[in-house]
């Protein structure tokens, strides 16, 4: 599965995260941004922005089909900018054909994994949880069926996988940018 950056088909070969919620991809995004002195673009802040509201607000407000449309949006968006960026997607953005097909032309994308218990110890207290609506009804119980739903999703557009389970975010990082190349 794992490719080259030289092969990622593309002018701009973003450094693309992808995973469920709790993977860490906006913690390791960012940090690896700082270490390869890259933007991060994070696409539930391009939504958020968009739409002048929270995630949770607008799955609130529109529903998830409006959200869902403006994370396509937000996914072309990020691919679309002309300098190498790190992109963390959010946990559902590779449902959609259109956007793993653009994630994949326009970077080397990276899958953060870890247990759905791991997942959920990290999400799903407090703000966290609050934030994302999708685990309003049990964070360990619908981590595990979005795991079984969108494992071919993410096996699709991988160019890599991370184990994030028992990683540290430094490790993490460091794993990750091997990974790249860099
Ligand atoms: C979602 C993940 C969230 C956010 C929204 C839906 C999902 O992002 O986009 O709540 O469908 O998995 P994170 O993965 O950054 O938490």
């Known amino acids: 599965m794992t490719r080259s950056i030289d092969d990622a088909g593309s002018d701009t070969p973003h450094l693309v995260l992808v995973g469920l919620m709790g993977a860490g991809k906006t ?12 933007p991060f673009v994070d696409t539930d802040d391009l939504v958020q922005t968009a739409a002048g509201m929270t995630v ?25 900018s002309p300098v190498p960026a790190v992109i963390a997607c959010g946990g559902g953005a590779v449902l959609h054909a259109d956007n793993r097909r653009q994630l994949k032309r326009s970077g080397f994308v990276v ?5 759905p218990e791991v997942l959920a110890d990290r999400v799903g207290r407090g703000a966290d949880r609050a ?52």
Request: glycine fraction near 8%; proline fraction near 4%; aromatic fraction near 6%.
């Open 56 to 80: 949770a607000e607008l799955f609130a407000l529109s529903g998830e089909g409006r959200f869902r449309a403006m994370e396509r949006e937000a996914v072309g968006d990020a691919c679309a």
């Open 27 to 38: 913690t390791v995004g960012y940090q690896c941004a700082k270490r390869l002195s890259r």
């Open 131 to 182: 934030e994302r609506p999708l685990l309003a009804g049990g964070p360990v119980t619908t981590l595990e069926r979005l795991a079984a739903a969108r494992a071919s999703a993410y096996e699709a557009v991988a160019d890599a996988v991370v184990d994030t389970g028992d990683r540290s975010v430094p490790e993490v990082v460091d794993a990750v940018l091997e990974e790249y190349g860099s």
């Open 111 to 115: 899958w953060l994994q870890a247990p």
